[in-house]
């Protein structure tokens, strides 16, 4: 069976493939990419993070008196899915816990990704349920890279990221990997300057945000809104280094707050569905290519 499936509506086209269930191509009307192209830089497009998000102390999971070795950002985004459908509009693939995955991760799951594309822009489902006796803790993200800049040879600092709400902080940065405290946001009322220097410390991590979506733009256009269901944090991350990406990634948990170090079930940001239990979890991108009017020439 195909690796790749390409769907289409609404205007826009949208390329998904097995490895990781990852978006891995997303096209405008106009033919405009908005994707990361999964350069050296950072050989990814938009991979979805389960059963953790960012790393865990000494990159191990505890359960039950044992501890299992667990790698930043889970397995999930490394493991080949399955198709359920493919369609012309939408499709949806299935992971599911094996003998592989109970090695480092004993618990049983069934992870279910569903794309679709319609006039509200590309919708990405995930659905994670627990077939299994017992409880499933787990937490899960989404890392989609967006093209940064937006349109060739604009310059990075002339893009802006637009919070729904206003977000006066506390903004989290990485120590080691683990989750620092709290400190003053760059965010300005709802308005964030985009500029690498941000991401000198490493991604940029809220906490209970009150937006559920931002509009990231390009003078001029092109744009995007993307926005979020079901993930309470968000995290923003780039290289410092002229990687051109900017990877927006709602979440449902973050790394391990630095000197925690407990039960995977009681971290923070942890979800545990009982048994038969599942919970979905949404987000959205809704293009706005450039106007004719916006590339027209003066005069």
């Not at 659905?127 to 604009?154: E, Y």
């Not at 002229?242 to 973050?254: K, M, N, R, S, V």
């Amino acid at each position: 069976m195909s690796e790749q499936h390409s769907i289409t509506g609404g205007g826009l086209s949208a390329t998904i493939k097995t490895g990781g269930a990852e978006l891995c191509g997303l096209r405008g009307a106009d033919g405009t990419e908005y994707l990361w192209n999964a350069g050296p830089e950072w050989p990814r497009f938009a991979p979805i993070l389960f059963p953790i998000v960012g790393k865990l102390a000494g990159d191990t999971l505890r359960h039950a008196g044992r501890a299992y070795g667990m790698t930043q950002h889970g397995f999930a985004r490394d493991r080949r899915f399955d198709w359920l459908s493919r369609g012309d509009d939408a499709v949806r693939l299935v992971l599911q816990d094996d003998a592989e995955s109970r090695g480092g991760f004993p618990f049983a799951f069934r992870l279910e990704v569903e794309y679709a594309a319609g006039a509200a822009g590309l919708r990405c489902t995930v659905t994670v349920s627990n077939p299994g006796p017992g409880d499933l803790p787990f937490s899960l993200g989404a890392h989609p890279a967006f093209r940064w800049p937006l349109r060739p040879g604009l310059a990075k600092n002339a893009h802006r990221l637009t919070f729904e709400e206003a977000e006066p902080g506390p903004v989290h940065y990485l120590s080691g990997g683990l989750l620092g405290e709290g400190e003053p946001s760059p965010v300005r009322g709802r308005e964030l300057t985009l500029a690498p220097g941000l991401f000198a410390r490493d991604a940029l991590i809220w906490r209970g945000l009150a937006s559920r979506s931002v509009r990231y733009a390009a003078p001029g256009g092109p744009a995007l809104t993307f926005s979020w269901e079901g993930y309470p944090d968000l995290g923003l991350w780039s290289k410092p280094d002229g990687a051109d990406f900017l990877c927006i990634e709602p979440w449902q948990g973050t790394a391990s707050p630095a000197g925690w170090d407990g039960e995977f079930a009681s971290k923070p940001g942890v979800v545990v569905l009982p048994p038969a239990g599942s919970r979905a979890f949404i987000w959205r991108v809704a293009l706005e290519p450039m106007s004719a009017e916006r590339v027209a020439p003066a005069g």
